[in-house]
């Protein structure tokens, strides 16, 4: 089992707070932050291949060159507003710095460059003064190619299409819909259920077993991160009971399963800020639900358009019995940090809770008691008066737990940083794992994922969803404390590990952890993965380069048996089925922002959608 070590880290900044950490891992005031640098490792033989295939490299420097740790670098500063939330990294920050290849560090001196792109407003200032307290230019065309950074809200092709890597760091997995889509991260859940349970199954360990041990017990996997092994969670544990309303057989088994003493919730499948979203509470909205969705399926006009459709839709069992904060709805907003994508490294971070402004009333027809995005909430007139109330900080929804519920409920002390912070992970951990081997990776793309989760009156978690480009405002006291050192810790481990996958180097430690706690180092994974980039990029004989000390080799690829070695069959859905071709399927969608652009072959057009902040 993992084992949680708790410490207190001073220098976060909501000053000293409990850490929690997984199993060997150190808790921030173990961090050898001081520690000298390991030297910058010549190129392994991953490198070579990495850099042969790439155009035209303008700029960069030779390997030789990038290898070089010398001249030292220029003093690392920081932006002033975010001095608190990254106070601890300035050491680091340097440490990283010195390692900036050789041509990046002229480049500095001589105001060209590197270059950095925002797309849309979410985060923009935070990831501006970023880069500009890195000596970074900010360019405003979106078509240049020159860049160093791309952070983009709208996913476009031709940002995927154009991408170097290697030598690019850009935000956004093209496919994070897999997990970030409540149809994908449905199909992934069901997915990897079967896959888990087939495993299950064959495996003599779980068949000598079988006896003696509960269905839920002991099925470890065994991750190379700090996370395993772990016993496999049942999705059901987790995740409301979902149906996917595009389907037919699924949304007549929904329909047969209703009855008037239940609560369900519809969400169209791509959207955000509760946009579209509705209770069904008694048979007369189911029926008329019935209705919409056939009449939509046997429109004349949507058969020959299907990209016209309404988006498909979800149907999901409403938790009514929440945890309430002084009467009041709430759910928590946390994040999954994909920092790099070959070799995987991912981790998660704590971000807050976000509260109803009115008392729940489970029969009330007003949503806004009912969803507690900061969206809804903002529709209230009360909202400018009440917003400090509606976005608490985990400090202190563990106080208030700590409070009115350790004694009463026997709760753990601290429930929320022990207990809660390691479901999450755990749950994040796994959902992870269904779409681990199907995501699209390079050397340069990274994604910050928004989760959120809800917590039962009899404090059960349960994964509401996962958001691709996560709010990053800071229009409430609590979020100018936490979404700064989100998005600089996000940047910060996004370069170093960029950087040290290039090298060869070995992950760990990572100079720029501090709060985000790792769930997957994946070092050791088999890779290239099949549906990654990398199939094309296969690294040389082991034999040709003989591994350095502390570089990383790829493991070879197994034989054509192999997990690892079987390409996903094309025209696969993510659930491994064939893709619904009915209306309403995951399909397009129109009202794109940003530039309008086709998306590209693994780009869903409805992620393209509005420069919207998701999950807000
Ligand atoms: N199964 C459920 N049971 C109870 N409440 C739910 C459930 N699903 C969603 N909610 C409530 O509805 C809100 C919106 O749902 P959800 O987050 O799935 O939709 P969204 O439109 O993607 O919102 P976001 O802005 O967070 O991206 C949640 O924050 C939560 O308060
Ligand atoms: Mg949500
Ligand atoms: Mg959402």
Not at 2 to 25: D, E, I, K, N, Y
Not at 110 to 124: E, L, V
Request: proline content about 9%; charged content about 25%; glycine content about 8%.
């Amino acid at each position: 089992m993992a084992r949680f070590t708790v410490g207190t880290s001073p220098s976060h900044p909501l000053g000293p707070r409990p850490v929690h950490r997984l199993g060997p891992q150190k808790t921030d005031g173990e961090q050898p932050r001081g520690a000298a640098p390991e030297p910058a490792k010549p190129v392994g033989p991953r490198r070579r291949w990495a850099w042969g295939r790439g155009r035209a490299r303008g700029r960069e420097p030779s390997s030789q060159a990038r290898a070089s740790d010398t001249p030292p670098p220029p003093p690392h500063h920081l932006p002033i507003d975010l001095l608190d939330a990254a106070d601890t990294a300035r050491p680091q920050a340097s440490l990283l710095d010195r390692r900036l290849p050789e041509g990046e560090r002229q480049l500095r001196g001589s105001g060209q460059g590197p270059y950095f792109y925002i797309g849309g407003t979410n985060g923009a200032s935070i990831i501006s003064s970023y880069c500009k307290g890195k000596g970074w230019q900010r360019i405003e065309d979106s078509r240049r190619e020159d860049y160093k950074l791309k952070w983009c809200e709208v996913k476009c092709r031709d940002s995927y299409y154009s991408f170097r890597e290697g030598e690019q760091l850009l935000y956004q997995l093209p496919n994070n819909k897999l997990l970030t889509t409540k149809i994908g991260l449905l199909s992934a859940l069901r997915e990897y259920s079967r896959v888990v349970s087939r495993t299950h199954e064959t495996s003599p360990c779980a068949q000598a077993k079988k006896d003696t041990t509960s269905a839920l017990e002991e099925l470890a996997w065994t991750s190379p991160g700090c996370f395993g092994p772990q016993r496999a969670l049942k999705m059901e544990e987790f995740f409301p009971e979902t149906y996917r309303l595009d389907i037919r057989d699924e949304r007549e088994a929904f329909f047969t399963l209703f009855d008037e003493n239940q609560t369900w919730i519809c969400k169209p499948t791509a959207s955000n800020q509760g946009k579209g979203i509705f209770l069904l509470r008694n048979q007369e909205e189911v029926a008329a639900l019935q209705v919409k969705t056939q009449s939509i399926e046997d429109d004349p006009i949507y058969r020959k358009m299907p990209f016209r459709a309404p988006q498909a839709r979800v149907v999901q069992r409403y938790i009514q019995n929440p945890l309430l904060l002084d009467g009041k709805k709430f759910d928590v907003r946390s994040y999954l940090l994909i920092a790099c994508a070959t070799p995987y490294m991912v981790f998660f971070g704590h971000g807050y809770a976000r509260l109803t402004l009115s008392l729940y009333d489970p029969h009330s027809s007003d949503l806004s008691g009912h969803l507690t995005n900061q969206f809804m909430q903002k529709k209230s007139p009360l909202y400018m008066l009440l917003k400090e109330d509606t976005v608490w900080s985990m400090d202190h929804l563990n106080r208030y737990i700590n409070d009115k519920f350790r004694k009463t409920k026997g709760l753990p002390r601290d429930w929320v940083f022990t207990t809660f912070t390691k479901r999450m992970q755990q749950i994040m951990a796994h959902c992870f794992q269904a779409v681990k081997s199907k995501l699209q990776c390079k050397l340069g793309y990274f994604d910050l994922i928004g989760c959120d989760f809800l917590i039962d009156e009899n404090f059960k978690v349960w994964l509401l969803e996962m958001n691709s480009n996560p709010a990053l405002h800071t229009n409430c006291e609590v979020l100018k404390e936490v979404i700064p050192g989100v998005v600089t810790e996000t940047l910060d481990l996004a370069l170093e590990t960029f950087q040290k996958s290039l090298r060869g180097q070995k992950m760990l430690p990572l100079l720029s952890q501090r709060h985000f706690v790792l769930l997957h180092d994946g070092e050791a994974d088999l890779w290239p993965r099949p549906g990654g980039s990398r199939g094309a990029l296969r690294p040389p004989p082991p034999l040709r380069a003989a591994p350095r000390p502390g570089a990383r080799t790829p493991a070879p690829p197994r034989g054509p048996g192999g997990a690892h070695a079987r390409p996903r069959p094309p025209g696969r859905g993510p659930d491994g089925g064939a893709q619904s071709r009915e209306p309403g399927a995951e399909r397009p969608r129109e009202g794109a922002g940003g530039p309008a652009r086709e998306p590209s072959p693994g780009l869903a057009e409805e992620e393209r959608k509005s420069a919207g902040h998701r999950g807000s």
